[in-house]
Each structure stands twice: as C-alpha cells, then as structure tokens.
C-alpha cells in the first residue's frame, strides 16, 4: 500500500477535492516539515491549537460554554476523551487541550445529512481521507445502504430495527452475531448492550479494550485477584516516586501532567521509562494554572528518563527487583519481609529466578546500562511510596501480561500496595472502557456473573465464551459471523490487519453502525449496512422521564454521571444509545420479558437493575449522585485477594528475547497528538515536531545512516509475521529521531496494514501493535513521485 492510499490517510481540508488526496507530504502546497519541539508540553502551544480548531469547528458560541461544564462536579457532562480521573479536591477548570479539540469535534455545526448521501456514492465516498470522512459533520438520521444505487439512503427508525431484528432472527446460531463495543459507550447503554447479546444467545462481545488494556487486566486479575489499579489520584498526590512506563502522558492523559508537575514541586522523583521522550517527560505549563500561562513558567515533570528498547521494561523491572534484592542481602530495609510473608505468595521463585538472570542479558534486553537500571532501583528503594502507571507501551506486545505481572512483582517487594501513595495504576484509554468491563462487555464473563444476570434479569446467559476482536474478524472472514453491530468506535481502521479485516466485514450479511460522525467503518459494510446515529456525550438526552444522565467510570475506579448540556442536539433524529439498543432488542426480540421500552423512559430503571446484577453497585442511584460519584472498592487495595491462594502472587515468567534480528528493525505504532484514534484533527505532531506528515516512520540515525538514508528519505517498510507472510507500506519518509537502536515507530490506524491478523500476544489476545519486526528500505525512484489512490 502507497503512502495516501486509502484506507488509512490522514487529515486534508473537508474540501472533497481535496479529500481525495493523498495525505502525508505528498500535497506540494503543505511540505512537510521537522524541527525537535523545545517547549513545554501544554502552555500556550495547546491554547492556540485549541483556537485553530473552535475556529475550523465554526464553534465558537458553544465550545467555550461546553468547555466550562465539562468535568464538573453536579450536573456537569464527563470529558468523552481519556479516562484520567477528574481532579477531587473540587473541580475547578479541570480540562486539557486534547479533551477540549474532542468535545469541538463533537460539538461542530457541519452535518452529514441526506443530501450529502444523495451526492456521493459509498464508492466515490470510499476514496476520501479519514479525516475528510469525519470532519464533514454530524450524522444527522438513520441510513442504509442501497446496493442499486451504491448510496446510502434514509431510513425510518423502526424500519432499521426491523431490518436488524429480521435478519438476526433468520441466523441459524445467535454466535452467528457479534457485539463490538467502542470505550465511549456510556454504563447504562454499556448494560442493556450486553443484556441483548446474552438474551440472544452469545457472548461475542468484542471491544476495544481487546487492543488496549486487556493484558493489564488479566495480568492484576491472576497477581491480584480484580483486575484494575489499586492507586487513586490522592495516592498520586502522596507518593514519593511516580514510574511512568509506555505512556504520551502530554498527547493521551493531558490531564496527568498536573499530577506530575505536583509531584515535582512537593519533591518526588519521577521516572519515565520510553523509547522516546516524550513531552510529557520534559516539563510542563499545567493548562488550568493561567499565571504560569501568563508567565510562561514551566515545571518540570521528570527527574530520569530511561530510553528503553521496545518490548525491553521487563527486563528493566527485573533488573530493580534484582538490584533490590541484592541490597536486601546487607540492608533489611530494601525489602519488606513482613509484607512479602504475609500477604504474597511465590517470592522464593521470583527471588531466585532475579538472582539467576544475568546483569548482561538484562542489560542487553532492556538497552539500558547497568548504571541506568541500578539507578531507578535506587529511586525505587528510596521511595517510601512508589507508583507504577502505565499504558499502551507495555500492554500491546506478545508478553504484556508477563511484563505487568512484573511491575506487580516489583511493587510487592517493597510492600507497595494497599496503602496510601503506592500501588499499580493502568491508565485507561477511552473514557468508559474501563466502566464498559465492569457492566458486562466480558467475552469471557465469569460464571457467577452470568448467574447473578440470568437471575435478576430473567433470561438464561449463555455459557459459552463469546469471541473478541480478533476472533472475530477471523470468523467473519471464515463466513462464520455474519452479523456485526458497531456500538461506536471504528472498527475498520482500529483492528490489526486493515486489508484483511475489511475483507471481513464485506463478507457480512449485515453490518450496523451506531455513530456519531461518519467514517471508513461506514463505507466497509455488509452486503446490507445501516448507520445510526446517536446523541453525544455534551448534548441533552431527554426521554419520557425528564433529562437523562448516563454514568461512566474512569481509570481509578470513580463512578459518576455526565449529563449533556446541549439543548439542541445535532439533529431532531437523533435517538441516545440506551434507546437505540432497546429499538434493537425489541426487534430482534420481539417476545422478550425483559421492559426494553420502560428502561429507556428513565435511566434510574436500568440503574436499579444494575445495582442488583454488579458487584460494588449497591445503592447505584442515590451513590452515582453524590457530588464527585463513588468509588467501587478495589479489594486488593484493602489487601483482600481473590486468587486462589488468597494472597498476591509473585509471577515467575521467562524474560522474553526481544533483539530485532540483524537486519531487521522493532516497530511500535502509536498516536500522533493531533488525533484520537482513529479520528485524526490534523497531520501535526507538536510535541515531536511534525508538521503536514502522517506517513512517516521516526528512526534512529544510526540505523538511518546504515541503510544509506537521509532524514526525508521515501522508504518502504515490510512487515514479516510470524507466519511468514509480509505486508508493505511505500513511500513513507524516514525522519531522525532520539530512540534506542532497533527500534522504529509511526502512527496508528494508517500502520495497521502492517499488523497481521495471526500476530496476537498468546497471553492476552491482543494483537502486538507495538512490536512489529520490520525492514526499511529506500523507496526506489519509479515509487517516489507522488503516491497515487488506488
Ligand atoms: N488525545 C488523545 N488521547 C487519547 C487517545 C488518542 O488517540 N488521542 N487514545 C486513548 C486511548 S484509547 C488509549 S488506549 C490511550 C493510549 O495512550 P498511550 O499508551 O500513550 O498511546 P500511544 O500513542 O500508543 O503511545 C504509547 C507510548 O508508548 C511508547 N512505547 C512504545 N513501545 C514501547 C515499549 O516497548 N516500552 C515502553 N515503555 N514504551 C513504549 C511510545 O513511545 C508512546 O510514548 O490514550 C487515550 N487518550
Ligand atoms: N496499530 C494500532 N492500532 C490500534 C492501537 C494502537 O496503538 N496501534 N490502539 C488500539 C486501541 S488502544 C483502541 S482503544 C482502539 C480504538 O478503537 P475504536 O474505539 O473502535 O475507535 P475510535 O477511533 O475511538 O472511534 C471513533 C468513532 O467513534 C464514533 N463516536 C464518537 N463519539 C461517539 C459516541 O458518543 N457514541 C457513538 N456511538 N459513537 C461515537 C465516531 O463515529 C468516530 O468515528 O484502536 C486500537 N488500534
Ligand atoms: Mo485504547
């Protein structure tokens, strides 16, 4: 695939002309340009990216007033980006210039309605930008595509649940069906999504988290006994070493970098462990404090970052342990024994496993020297109360589970759990995916919750575990799936594999799409497709109850509700995503006990019925309502186990090789800060100083140097599988970057051509986005000229 070609390209002007341009460094008028970003993340860069875009958004009147209720304590809506926790010493301007280009984005006065469908065909529609997709507007009413005229056209709502139920009732096996679920999707919708799937009969319930956080989960799941972080934001506001492992803090959790420079200023150390450094590993102006905007003072947000070969951190967290444990021999206080004996399982073999690894392959693993490791042991052993946080960086690799499993291992050496300022806390992506797992979205439910559901709910939850994204997709591919619902998200572009995950979707018999904007997933549809369009998070929901509010839960186990505070949403047609799944439900079930239509009049209904399903649910109504919502208990916080020992259990895993063989490089595909997702705002990359490119590929200079390439240079990258198979990209531009030897990295989704299907991580299913092993070679000439669209 050339660079620009389609699927996969990044921003261009919602011009369609220009729409159907390549993207990245090939529009003459916008050369691309490089220049390291010296500034400090946040400040006043983020204040005029936020203006650039209320501009572009024509948002002006209502951004501004949007942006003061986000996050807000009492009646406010939830920011629909990231999951960072809001701040809880009482929500004054708590928002970022990322949360803020999100909720504009949502926000625009552009719409996709049907006039817009009846000018251009799914074909000629196929061949525009990503960004062009999004960026024409809101979806205004249901859609459905019509193969004669290769258009979408309008739909009635009933109709497009008829047309849904119909053909779901005609499947011979309800597992014939699946259920993706994007990390936006509020609790309550989150609930009666699920509830229809298992009434139905599957537990295909595929989600996003499938790409994201799942090692995380199943690694605190066996080590802990639930499968979330322990820490909170007030630990965070007391810890005295905060580890940040494969995060963009400044790009992806904005908001975190109040929390680091905080830590700074009270004296904390702060280790951030990447292959890059990142913005957020330099220093900040925090966003809300406007005298240092004024005064443009910044803070520093890092005391030693450690450049970490990709896939190398569990062998740097080996190295800590085993620094420590080597201390331990002259020094009682580097361990915590009474901790360890009482609480933990399984230190004997971690213990002698550490002893046994050798500095060497350590060292040779991790791409760091000996001082460097033994240095962040030696924060690590200081610290009274450590944190480790993480995200994408340890989790999408063939051992995320190992490398958490890891972290915990280390942080239970110095007893650094269950109390305050320590413990192990995920950063979570979208705002709801963690709440999405703790209402039901679960491939692999657990027995008694099916129980607890089938009960309440009257229905029989089937057994059988359901399948999850790549699952998925290979079965849609086999012809064994034949029905795919998008509840949000991108599926298209999101998956690994973009070639052969579109394949499969087209091999559909019906694919449906709730939404809010249009995008590729649209245009990659079954043989019948519909496209629903759904209330976001910042518009009012007003059903026959009064105004609605849905809950969502963050990254540090806090649940509360978001109300929408546009009065008008973007179109009358409108239906919220609770009603949208009852139309669903009801169609396909027509004989169904369970009060679909009762539900959606009044959320408090559906909360009632979760409070009696979910543990930690107790009282949801009146708790959800108190000022800052509530927290669910994490039992391992309150060093409660419910592992089989009973006890946290120290992991013994192999360390895993991951040297690129000679010749070849490790690639890690990641996100822009322009973008979220899959929804790019524009072809810039502030912090890393990228302008007007996408199709790029961030290398060391040496390994530049070696295959005779200047910074610019059009390469070709090729992907090898594990199966031998191999997937190129063409015309991308090399560009020079401070990063370990070995290793490469570029943006997602457009990089998801290279990631194939079979290349999952056999602990988590994920599919290892961030260790593809690859070759760059310089493009020859006949391929450099300006890339064509297919
Ligand atoms: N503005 C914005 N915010 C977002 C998103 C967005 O797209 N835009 N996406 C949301 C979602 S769904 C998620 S899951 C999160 C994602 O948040 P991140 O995890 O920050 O996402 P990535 O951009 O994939 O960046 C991963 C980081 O890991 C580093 N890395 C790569 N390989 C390794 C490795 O082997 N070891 C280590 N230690 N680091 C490595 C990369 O250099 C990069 O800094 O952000 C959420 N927030
Ligand atoms: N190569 C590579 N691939 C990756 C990753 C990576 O790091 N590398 N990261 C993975 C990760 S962590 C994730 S989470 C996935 C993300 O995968 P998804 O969640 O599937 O993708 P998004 O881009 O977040 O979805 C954007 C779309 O959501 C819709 N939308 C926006 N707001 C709403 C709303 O309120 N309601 C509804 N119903 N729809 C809405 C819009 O139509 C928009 O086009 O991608 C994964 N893919
Ligand atoms: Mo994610």
Not at 79 to 82: D, E, L, S, V
């Given at each position: 695939m050339h660079a620009g070609d389609n699927p996969g390209t990044g921003s261009h002007d919602d011009d369609p002309a220009a729409a159907r341009e390549p993207s990245g460094g090939a529009d003459p008028a916008r050369p691309p340009e490089f220049a390291p970003y010296r500034h400090p993340a946040a400040g006043w860069g983020a204040a005029k990216s936020v203006t650039e875009l209320l501009v572009r958004e024509r948002a002006l009147l209502d951004g501004p007033r949007a942006i003061k209720r986000m996050n807000h304590e009492n009646g406010g809506f939830d920011?629909?980006?990231?999951a960072w926790p809001d701040d809880t010493k009482g929500l004054h301007l708590d928002i970022c210039e990322n949360g803020i280009k999100h909720v504009t984005w949502e926000m625009t006065r552009k719409r996709v309605d049907r006039d817009f469908f009846a000018r251009h065909t799914v074909t000629e529609l196929a061949r525009w930008s990503d960004h062009a997709l999004e960026s024409r507007g809101r979806l205004t009413e249901p859609m459905v595509y019509d193969a004669e005229s290769d258009r979408y056209v309008p739909i009635g709502w009933q109709q497009a649940f008829d047309l849904f139920g119909e053909t779901v009732r005609a499947l011979d096996d309800p597992n014939r069906a699946a259920y993706y679920t994007s990390g936006r999707l509020g609790n309550e919708a989150t609930f009666l999504y699920q509830l229809m799937a298992r009434e139905l009969g599957t537990n295909n319930l595929p989600d996003c988290s499938n790409m994201c956080h799942e090692a995380s989960g199943r690694a605190l799941r066996a080590a802990l006994g639930t499968g979330k972080g322990t820490a909170d934001l007030k630990d965070w506001d007391s810890a005295d070493a905060l580890f940040i492992l494969g995060v963009n803090a400044a790009s992806n959790a904005p908001r975190m970098l109040t929390a680091l420079a905080d830590a700074h200023r009270r004296g904390a150390q702060i280790v951030h462990v990447n292959p890059l450094v990142e913005a957020a590993a330099t220093r900040t102006i925090v966003p809300h404090e406007f005298t240092d905007m004024a005064l443009f003072k910044a803070t520093a947000t890092s005391t030693l970052n450690l450049q970490v070969r990709i896939g190398g951190d569990m062998a740097l967290l080996r190295g800590i342990a085993k620094a420590v444990l080597e201390q331990s021999a002259h020094d009682p206080k580097a361990l915590d024994e009474q901790f360890i004996e009482r609480h933990t399982t399984g230190f004997a073999a971690y213990r002698e496993l550490c002893e046994r690894t050798p500095w060497e392959e350590l060292e040779r693993q991790s791409g760091l020297s000996r001082e460097q490791i033994l240095h962040a042991a030696r924060i690590y052993r200081e610290a009274d109360r450590s944190i480790f946080s993480w995200c994408l960086g340890i989790t999408q690799h063939e051992h995320g589970v190992d490398t958490v499993r890891e972290i915990v291992d280390v942080l239970l050496l110095r007893g650094n759990l269950g109390r305050e300022g320590a413990g192990p806390s995920p950063v979570r992506g979208h705002s709801n995916v963690q709440g999405n797992r703790t209402c039901g979205i679960d491939h692999r439910p657990a027995p008694e919750f099916l129980d607890r559901l089938s009960d309440v709910c009257g229905i029989d939850a089937p057994r059988e575990p359901g399948k999850d994204t790549v699952a998925t997709i290979e079965a849609m591919a086999r012809g064994e799936v034949r029905v795919f619902v998008g509840m949000g998200g991108n599926f298209a572009l999101a998956a690994p594999d973009t070639t052969y995950t579109c394949e499969a979707l087209r091999r559909c018999e019906l694919t449906v799409h709730v939404s809010t904007k249009l995008n590729r997933s649209h245009l990659v549809h079954g043989r019948r497709a519909l496209i629903l369009p759904c209330l976001g998070r910042t518009e009012q929901d007003r059903r026959r109850g009064g105004l609605q509010a849905t809950s969502v839960e963050d990254s540090m186990s806090m649940v509360h509700l978001s109300v929408g505070m546009k009065r008008r949403p973007a179109s009358p047609h409108l239906l919220s995503e609770p009603a949208i799944i009852a139309g669903l439900a009801r169609a396909a079930l027509p004989d169904s006990g369970t009060p679909w239509e009762w539900y959606v009049e009044d959320y408090d209904r559906i909360r009632d019925t979760m409070a009696k399903v979910l543990d930690g649910f107790e009282d949801f109504n009146r708790r959800v309502r108190l000022p800052l919502g509530f927290r669910i208990k994490q039992p391992a916080r309150e060093l409660v186990f419910l592992t089989p020992s009973g006890k946290a259990e120290f992991s013994a895993a192999p360390l895993p090789d991951v040297l690129p063989a000679p010749g070849t490089l490790v690639l890690g595909t990641m996100r822009s800060h322009d973008q979220w997702n899959t929804t790019i705002y524009s072809d810039n990359d502030r912090y890393r100083g990228v302008k007007n490119l996408r199709t790029l590929v961030f290398l060391n200079p040496d390994d530049m140097r070696e295959r005779g390439l200047a910074g610019f240079d059009p390469v070709d990258i090729t992907a090898t599988a594990r199966d031998g198979s191999t997937r190129s990209l063409h015309g991308y531009l090399a560009i020079p970057y401070d990063l370990p030897r070995g290793c490469a990295a570029g943006y997602m989704p457009e990089m998801n051509v290279l990631c194939a299907i079979g290349d999952h991580s056999t602990q988590s299913d994920q599919p290892i986005m961030k260790h593809l092993d690859i070759t760059v070679t310089p493009t020859p000439t006949a391929h450099t000229r300006t890339p064509t669209v297919e």
């Open positions: 920011c629909p980006g990231c």
